[in-house]
């Protein structure tokens, strides 16, 4: 039976779990932006810097399966807090690695950083239970917008590493999120229609695996989330290679480009709740697939090349809120943080391979990335064809799928 939901107290716990994740997605991503510095300090090749910059949306990546399922169990405001806390030491191993300009202890502190990274994992169901099914859309895309921690990290950290010191960003970053985690711990509440699942784990997860909506919305959030992931990551290498950027300029332009692709998820999740996720996450496909031949001629001018990254991010942006609405209409309501994390996962493995290609496949002699962004527009082409087929058996899947919680 649904149970009454006070509407000012799921706005608040909305807001904090979206500036939640946003610092947690601001210490997940605090390596990328400073890709420039490590490649000189430490004298990396293309491939070093890229495995350096993807190694914490690996571990991100992997850690959703398991922070989803916990999520299930404990509830929001344990884990948020949890997972922030603990994310504080591996930011400040990253700040004494790049002090003594050490690759292998990047690299090290690099993995943990992942943990960040699970945030994702723990907002989904948490605000979803806030929510009723008709407005889940709404919810998780402006949950979604706490990605707009890269964002920040693309944007502030070049300059405040440039103002106020190397080792002083960092320890503004590890402040931020004691502040957050104190903020959730004392001010965050579960939604009163919430069920603690206590389910083993390894039966739970096993039950979701064994959902066919958990790998067909895995498949597309890996498409979707992962390209926005790797093309904030690998964006500043990019733009300085292919365009002689500083580290300051290509900051910038990647903020630009997490900005846009912020303010399209929740665009796309509302746009999902009135009419569907299925043309929602087509006119995404589409985008993304056209948009990367787009990137691949390397327009020159700069409203160009502005407006090409820029639709790039908002098509990204609308296809990340249409794919979790899909997931909040067609998840079972005691497996949602469960299916959450392995779709989240997904999203995050999406995000991890691309800048190990994008390194791999780099031409130095043409100057060229033409071999990776191909692989990107057919990877969305395939992703296309999956959701046209899926959206022929979606009345039937929805009809025979329990919806999460019918509170609000």
């Excluded at 389910?199 to 498409?223: G, H, S």
């Excluded at 733009?239 to 846009?260: H, K």
Aim: hydrophobic share 55%; aromatic share 10%; net charge positive.
């Amino acid at each position: 039976m649904s149970q009454q939901i006070d509407p000012r107290k799921a706005t608040y716990n909305l807001v904090l779990a979206t500036l939640a994740s946003t610092v947690g997605f601001w210490g997940w991503m605090v390596i990328s932006p400073l890709g420039a510095r490590y490649t000189e300090d430490m004298n990396l090749s293309s491939t070093a810097i890229s495995v350096l910059v993807a190694m914490p949306i690996l571990v991100g990546s992997l850690g959703r399966i398991v922070v989803g399922a916990l999520t299930d169990r404990h509830g929001g405001r344990i884990m948020f807090t949890g997972v922030l806390i603990i994310s504080v030491i591996p930011v400040l191993v990253v700040s004494w690695a790049g002090g003594i300009a050490s690759y292998w202890l990047m690299l090290t502190a690099a993995f943990f950083l992942g943990i960040a990274g699970t945030v994702f994992a723990i907002g989904i169901p948490f605000v979803s239970a806030w929510y009723k099914a008709s407005r889940r859309g709404f919810a998780t895309g402006v949950f979604g917008m706490g990605m707009g921690g890269t964002a920040l990290a693309a944007f502030l950290t070049p300059r405040l590493t440039a103002s106020i010191g190397y080792l002083q960003t960092h320890l503004l970053v590890v402040g931020l999120m004691i502040l957050m985690a104190t903020l959730v711990w004392f001010t965050m509440s579960d939604s009163p229609a919430r069920v603690a699942v206590v389910d083993p784990f390894i039966p739970k997860m096993m039950e979701a695996v064994r959902l066919p909506v958990t790998w067909q919305m895995t498949f597309l959030y890996a498409v979707v989330f992962g390209g926005f992931v790797s093309f904030c990551a690998y964006l500043p290498t990019y733009l300085r290679d292919i365009y002689d950027m500083s580290p300051t300029a290509a900051g910038t332009r990647t903020a630009g480009f997490a900005l846009a692709a912020v303010i399209a998820r929740p665009i796309g999740g509302i746009i999902a709740d009135k009419i569907g996720a299925k043309p929602v996450v087509i006119l995404s496909l589409v985008g993304v697939s056209a948009l990367a031949f787009a990137v691949m001629a390397e327009p020159q001018t700069e409203v160009a090349t502005g407006a090409t990254f820029l639709s790039m991010a908002a098509a990204l942006g609308l296809g990340t809120g249409g794919v979790f609405a899909w997931v909040g209409v067609l998840a079972p309501a005691k497996s949602v943080g469960s299916v959450t994390g392995v779709v989240s996962a997904g999203g995050g493995l999406g995000g991890y391979f691309p800048p190990m290609v994008m390194g791999a496949t780099y031409n130095p002699v043409t100057n060229s990335y033409g071999i990776g962004l191909s692989l990107l527009a057919i990877t969305a082409l395939v992703a296309l064809v999956v959701t046209v087929l899926l959206q022929r058996k979606k009345k039937a899947a929805e009809s025979s799928s329990a919806p999460v919680n019918e509170a609000g």
